[in-house]
């Protein structure tokens, strides 16, 4: 989806703040689209079937749902109003134009890093890039007194760090300039920890930079029925047998020799990644792989043949090798290395070695589209279960692919298979994956 | 207010419109492609296990023509009034994205140079007198040579497997002898042999023949093609003609093209778009563009368009020609006019051979494109002289998985009793230890083999139908009892403990009740002179040059090879010229 690159006129006649449109140039619109993509702003507010940006993407949170802003240029139901200043300061402290504190699902404490020359570039492209749309998302479903925002205000002062603080941290860490550009775009911008970084159970992310510890990208708390795993060095959770093309092509093309992208990480690679430059791509890489091993116990991964030699006997005798021979292998193969990057890998793949099985269980209810990207076009479905196998069956052939081919992980019960099918994210729409024109 | 107006139309989203569309867009022209069937992406159709439901699939016939709107009328002679076509059998054309190459099995064949030019060859070699009376011989007015880079140009989009004879003019492996020269080798290595090919390549060796590896758009190994759409690789589950490959490895517009066209801005896909006919300027020279219905809401829709490119299944090109008036419709009593000329299909019989029980064919296993066949009885590979008819067959196996339903239907053979414990007996038998051989054969055009629109039958949208005269004539019944005689001897090589040969008979009339191949060609063919074919070389209706016809309608005459290979590269071919010299200056790239 390209929006034309018409400077938006209908700034509207109560437009606070210095109207930008006469003194931009081409440049820091673009600039500003591109840190659009690399910030994932879509991926929260945009919803399929509406206009791009106008908001009402729904987050569940334990007190209620929440909807995404609309973040056009339209004064009244988007930030049309905001000046410079407003918007800078929603984006990297989380304060309203009004002085109310956002739900920190907005990731203001990673955008507190940006600097003001890139939130000059957003502004400008949120100002004159984006078409204004006049819709509202649903009203949030929050109710009194948990609806009061005063709270949240206590919760930004003591947890979120101010730009003053935030952006000089970012850009000290490193020398290296690679490795500092890697540094700001995901403790920034791509605001990975969001997701990837556990959360203290007053929800703040327990780490917000390398510089704060092993937690930081150590793998966070199920969101949206998924698993964030880990994207430190770990050698069976993590990266640590990821090579930086597999990195790069993953989050190029959402699919690498050693896994392809599921669940919510695809809307991240969709809007986000794929769009990156190689050198942004190569220095994200760069610093993710300066990431040390949160746990540094883990035995290396290595390829073990017994499962496979046994299914070649037609030993089937492994709970669940029937069923990962009658409806996996197809794709996945017998020896568990699939035909990657059409059909990913199981064996070795982190996903399958989590401590916590909730993803892999819920990519085998649920299913997963791999959508069409511009540098790799075809979309490849992995077609949900839940109708087809008992809560037994999953339970057996999930246990299967974490004992096989050297994986080990612990095995997985039908009660626990039942319980997640509350939380199974719904069937992966593929239609969605579909770019009609 | 004025119609849409695109740079093309295509009709059909199938290989010929989806090849068209690609080039097309790449060339700089706004597309609209119309598709009368439904959407269809492997992610959501395809995905398994639902994609291989024998009962929803091929029992059902889920991707294939919905004869309640529209048909075809059949009669076997021009002295009997045609009747529609009323239960999918015989024939089965596809509807939806991807049409008939979707459906089909994957065999990718090139084309042998000879039948290109199959009149002048006949002549060559045997003199004019030996082509019977009543059969129109053509050539085509294109050459191997002249087609080759487009043959190249498919296969590394369908990611096809095979093993290559020659190339560059070095014997570089163990492929068809009897296979021209290629440029380059195959993009994926050969698909291996099943067991029951193995034992006729073997055969086919020791009775002195040259067996070969059919080339399979069936991905032998995971493939990234030309256009960086992704194939899975192909794990033999027999799931192939009639479905939609799960496993993203059975070549279709689907999985080969559409991915890589539908990010394209300039390219759209109508779905549930039935095109009613071309629309002519007042000097019937020029098209200005289609009407089409949606065949949900009923509405009729007029794009218009500085280029139609005709792309559906080969009868409904050659339909949508009559319908608008298109070029001059065949008459076979005075023999004038083009369209509906030369209506072919190919002379083809499957024999059945038992293995001793000791020996497992297993027949559930299979690949619709794999196999080995043997050339030495096809196109212009033997002696006519002696035997006095026209054309040949490959014959192979090609065990393409027989799934349980259809197993069950057929299993014994002729002869066998359908109830009891000595049905059951057979149907195991059949299933462990039986294997199928085709005669894939040529098929000649003849003066009163044709297609017209019927004076009777309409379809749902008050249309008239198509009507196929079509009956099977001597010289094709002779040359399928000659190849099939050939077939005994390596069956006993083979080991048989039972045959079940079958071969035409003289007088057999054609019977559209059994399925025997979806392979039509014809009707609208290409040639080189416009009182004889309704296009010239380059698929281009000699009567409104705006309008190019792509499909096996284009073909004189049928060859012994599956046509699919042949369509990519006429598509490829006349992409070329539309690009290179047509866009540069629209009008007649032959003059008539």
Request: aromatic share 10%.
């Amino acid at each position: 989806m390209k929006w034309p690159l018409l400077a938006a006129c209908i700034l509207g006649s109560g437009l606070a703040g210095k109207a930008v449109a006469q003194d931009t140039d081409n440049a820091t619109l673009e600039k500003g689209r591109y840190l659009a993509a690399a910030s994932d702003c879509a991926a929260c507010h945009s919803v399929r079937g509406k206009p791009e940006y106008s908001g009402g993407v729904s987050f569940s949170l334990p007190m209620g749902k929440i909807y995404s802003t609309n973040i056009t240029p339209d004064p009244e139901h988007g930030i049309g109003h905001y000046t410079e200043a407003q918007f800078g300061r929603a984006l990297r402290e989380g304060v309203r134009r009004d002085g109310a504190t956002l739900y920190p699902a907005m990731p203001f404490p990673s955008y507190a890093r940006l600097t003001n020359s890139d939130i000059h570039s957003l502004f400008v492209y949120f100002r004159e890039g984006v078409k204004a749309a006049p819709i509202s998302p649903p009203k949030n479903g929050i109710a009194w007194p948990l609806s009061i925002r005063w709270p949240l205000t206590f919760w930004r002062w003591a947890f979120a760090p101010t730009p003053t603080k935030a952006i000089p941290r970012t850009s000290g860490e490193f020398t290296d300039p690679e490795l500092a550009r890697g540094a700001y775009l995901v403790e920034g911008p791509a605001h990975c920890g969001a997701c990837h970084s556990p959360r203290a159970i007053t929800m703040q992310e327990k780490a917000l930079t390398a510089t704060d510890g092993n937690l930081y990208l150590a793998g966070g708390a199920m969101v949206d029925g998924w698993t964030p795993p880990s994207l430190r060095q770990e050698n069976r959770t993590g990266l640590g047998r990821w090579s930086e093309d597999d990195i790069v092509s993953f989050l190029r093309t959402g699919r690498a020799n050693t896994g392809s992208v599921f669940g919510s990480m695809t809307s991240a690679v969709v809007h986000g990644t794929q769009k990156l430059t190689d050198d942004d791509l190569h220095a994200i890489v760069h610093y993710l792989k300066s990431l040390k091993a949160a746990d540094q116990t883990q035995k290396p991964w290595t390829y073990d043949s017994t499962i496979t030699d046994q299914l070649h006997k037609a030993d089937l005798s492994y709970r669940g090798a029937r069923i990962y021979v009658d409806r996996c292998a197809a794709c996945h193969r017998t020896d568990g290395k699939g035909y990657p990057s059409v059909f990913p890998p199981l064996a070795g793949n982190p996903v399958m070695m989590q401590d916590d099985p909730v993803s892999l269980i819920h990519i085998i209810q649920s299913g997963a589209t791999l959508p069409a990207m511009t540098a790799a076009p075809s979309s490849i479905v992995m077609p949900a279960f839940k109708h087809k196998l008992t809560d037994e069956q999953i339970a057996d052939v999930v246990t299967f692919i974490r004992h096989a081919w050297g994986n080990n992980a612990s095995p997985v019960s039908a009660e626990d298979v039942k319980r997640l099918s509350k939380s199974m994210p719904p069937p992966d729409m593929a239609d969605d994956a579909l770019s009609l024109n | 207010m004025g119609e849409k107006h695109v740079d093309a139309v295509i009709v059909g989203a199938g290989w010929a419109g989806s090849i068209l569309a690609k080039e097309l867009t790449e060339a700089g022209l706004s597309v609209v492609m119309l598709e009368r069937g439904a959407e269809r992406t492997t992610q959501v159709e395809g995905a398994y296990p639902d994609s291989i439901d024998e009962l929803r699939g091929a029992v059902r016939k889920r991707l294939f023509q919905n004869l309640s709107q529209s048909t075809v009328t059949i009669r076997n002679t021009i002295d009997q009034t045609a009747l529609p076509y009323r239960q999918l059998a015989a024939f089965l054309p596809g509807e939806g994205v991807g049409g008939a190459g979707l459906h089909w099995s994957g065999v990718h064949f090139r084309v042998a140079p000879e039948d290109l030019r199959l009149r002048s060859s006949v002549i060559e070699r045997y003199g004019e007198k030996f082509i019977p009376e009543g059969m129109n011989l053509q050539d085509y007015g294109v050459t191997y040579e002249e087609l080759e880079p487009f043959f190249d140009k498919a296969e590394k989009v369908f990611g096809t497997s095979g093993e290559a004879y020659k190339v560059q003019g070095k014997i570089v492996g163990n492929g068809n002898v009897f296979s021209p020269d290629r440029s380059s080798d195959f993009p994926l290595p050969v698909m291996k042999d099943t067991f029951s090919a193995s034992v006729f390549r073997d055969a086919a060796k020791s009775a002195g023949y040259h067996p070969y590896a059919l080339p399979a758009a069936n991905a032998s190994r995971q493939y990234t093609n030309t256009y960086g759409c992704q194939m899975g690789p192909c794990n033999f589950c027999g799931y192939c003609s009639g479905y939609d490959c799960y496993l993203y490895s059975k070549a279709s517009p689907n999985v080969n093209i559409l991915p890589a066209l539908r990010q394209d801005p300039r390219f759209s896909l109508i779905p549930n778009a039935h095109v009613l006919r071309v629309d002519l300027d007042s000097t019937k020279k020029k098209a200005t563009g289609v009407t089409y219905l949606d065949t949900r809401t009923r509405k009729e829709t007029s794009l218009s368009a500085d280029l139609v490119i005709l792309g559906a299944f080969q009868f409904n090109n050659v339909h949508l020609m009559l319908v608008s008036g298109i070029g001059k419709p065949y008459d076979p009593v005075s023999n004038t006019g083009t369209v509906g000329r030369n209506f072919v299909y190919q002379t083809i019989t499957s024999s059945r051979v038992w293995l001793p029980s000791s020996t497992y064919t297993n027949q559930f296993v299979g690949a619709g494109g794999a196999g080995v066949a043997i050339d030495d009885f096809n196109s212009m590979n033997f002696d006519h002289g002696p035997l006095g008819f026209v054309g040949g067959s490959p014959v192979w196996v090609n065990q393409a998985g027989m799934k349980p339903i259809a197993a069950a239907t057929g299993a014994g053979g002729g002869g066998t009793p359908r109830w009891g414990s000595a049905y059951k007996d057979a149907l195991i038998n059949t299933y462990k230890h039986s294997l199928g051989i085709d005669a894939h054969g040529s098929n000649m055009a003849y003066r009163d083999v044709y297609l017209d629109l019927d004076p009777t039958w309409k379809d749902a949208y008050g249309q008239p139908l198509l009507r196929m005269t079509f009956t099977w004539k001597d010289n094709d019944i002779r040359m399928n009892q000659y190849v099939v005689s050939k077939i005994e001897p390596i069956a006993r090589a083979m080991g048989a403990t039972k045959m079940n040969l079958v071969h035409l008979n003289p007088g057999q009339p054609f019977d559209t009740r059994k399925y025997q191949t979806t392979h039509l060609g014809g009707g609208a063919i290409m040639g080189e002179n416009p009182q004889t074919s309704a296009l010239n070389r380059y698929l281009q209706s000699w009567d409104v040059s705006n309008v190019f016809v792509i499909g096996s309608n284009a073909f004189p005459q049928g060859m012994g090879y599956n046509p699919t290979g042949m369509v990519a590269a006429l598509a490829y071919w006349t992409a070329h010229h539309i690009r290179t010299t047509y866009l540069k200056s629209p009008g007649p790239l032959v003059q008539a």
